[in-house]
């Protein structure tokens, strides 16, 4: 399904001069009235950006309107990203959700978040007002256990002799460099995400969604998350796992999008249940 309008918005970060969030709202009915109107909000991963992996095609699919956001740092909007910052991250939702809120008076009712972009989400869940009320929010490749980190022998989180780490990776194109520093790994494996198991809202219905053949989160971290989100009532979890799918779903981001997509409309006419999620797409054994 086609979005009628697409229009690239950029937001002044209220508390923190020259950080500013570039994003693309996606309206379904830009003629219609948007108060009370339910929008979705599509989060990246570490050195990702709003349109990259499966994250543009799903906006494009989505029988919701939508909005996809640059964190500061990244791709077009400004500031500084640290490994580390989490909260920075987490303040990021807070001013986009204002915004839209305010704005427009849009009802936040769904949440996609890949990787960092998922555990920034369900702290924002977890803490907010207004996460308390969204009905959807679908879990891609999250990691739980975040102190891993630490005993990877991978860059960027193994440091030279000089305590850094300077990570030079290509986003939307161009090539950026970024320095990990041994603070930034404490920071980052020290961010808690145990707050799930206690504050993650009792009704809101979750998907989780992981790569078998991911080598940069096991996916063991998921089962985790099902266990914690698949005893909440009224609340849902549907675990999918995608065979021999790696971190970024390298030629299979269609079935992502599928899945999430099935996974929405079941959940609208009521027909979820908490379990393992299967597309019914048949697989030879």
């Not at 490994?83 to 769904?110: N, P, S």
């Not at 979750?206 to 971290?221: A, Q």
């Not at 549907?238 to 079935?255: C, I, K, P, S």
Request: some cysteine; hydrophobic content about 40%; aromatic content about 10%.
């Amino acid at each position: 399904m086609a979005h009628t309008k697409s229009q690239k918005l950029t937001l002044e970060h209220p508390s923190d001069p020259g950080v500013s969030l570039t994003g693309i709202l996606e309206q379904m009915e830009p003629s219609a009235p948007t108060r009370g109107r339910p929008i979705a909000l599509i989060l990246h991963g570490t050195m990702g950006h709003k349109d990259y992996l499966f994250q543009k095609a799903l906006a494009a699919r989505l029988p919701l309107d939508s909005f996809r956001f640059d964190f500061r740092g990244a791709h077009e909007s400004g500031g500084t990203f640290s490994q580390g910052g989490f909260a920075d991250d987490v303040e990021d939702v807070r001013v986009v959700v204002a915004y839209l809120t305010q704005e427009y008076g849009y009802k936040i009712d769904l949440l996609v978040g890949h990787s960092r972009g998922s555990v920034v989400a369900m702290r924002w869940l977890c803490t907010s007002d207004e996460g308390k009320h969204v009905s959807g929010f679908v879990n891609v490749s999250a990691r739980y256990k975040m102190d891993r980190v630490l005993q990877s022998s991978e860059p960027p989180f193994k440091l030279n002799e000089h305590g850094y780490f300077d990570w030079k990776v290509t986003v939307a194109g161009r090539t950026t460099v970024t320095r990990i520093t041994a603070e930034d790994l404490r920071a980052f494996a020290s961010w808690d995400t145990s707050i799930v198991w206690k504050c993650f809202p009792s009704t809101t219905d979750v998907l989780t969604v992981h790569g078998m053949g991911d080598k940069v989160v096991p996916p063991y971290d998921a089962t985790i998350y099902a266990r914690a989100l698949g005893a909440r009532i009224p609340g849902t979890h549907n675990l999918y796992f995608v065979e021999f799918a790696d971190h970024n779903f390298t030629q299979v981001r269609g079935e992502v999008v599928d899945a999430i997509l099935q996974w929405w409309g079941k959940r609208k006419q009521g027909e979820v249940k908490t379990g393992l999620w299967q597309t019914g797409v048949p697989h030879k054994l």
